[in-house]
């Protein structure tokens, strides 16, 4: 098995910053894209940004030039830097990563979502 585990959200004025990680861990033999996805209340869960081994990235153009997602692939590890939070940038976060298992198998996993929260 496979979990993901987030940290880093909480609660921030406008205009501020968050840093949030998800850690991989379990029967993993590499990890090809990680992604950040978000859904807030009422609406469909949407991407955010992804990053893929080699390092290229898609990001979302409602978070171009404020979030930048990085990953540490030796700490099976990515990263979303969140700068100039806006209100509606309030969601539940969630990381995904697409991986290959120890027997070779692609799966898909989810994180279990971290809350941030931006205030006016």
């Known amino acids: 098995q496979v979990q993901l585990v987030e940290s880093g959200g909480g609660l921030v004025q406008a205009g501020g910053s968050l840093r949030l990680s998800c850690v991989a861990s379990?029967?993993?033999?590499?990890?090809?894209?990680m992604g950040w996805y978000r859904q807030a209340p009422g609406k469909q869960r949407e991407l955010v940004a992804t990053?893929?081994?080699?390092?290229?990235?898609n990001d979302a153009d409602s978070v171009k030039g404020r979030f930048t997602i990085s990953r540490d692939n030796a700490k099976n590890t990515v990263y979303l830097q969140m700068n100039s939070l806006k209100p509606e940038d309030t969601a539940v976060y969630y990381c995904?990563?697409?991986?290959?298992?120890?027997?070779?198998?692609?799966?898909?996993?989810w994180g279990q979502g971290t809350q941030v929260t931006v205030s006016s």
């Open positions: 990053i893929t081994r080699g390092g290229s990235t």
């Open positions: 379990g029967r993993i033999f590499s990890i090809n894209v």
């Open positions: 995904n990563a697409d991986l290959v298992n120890s027997d070779y198998v692609q799966e898909f996993y």
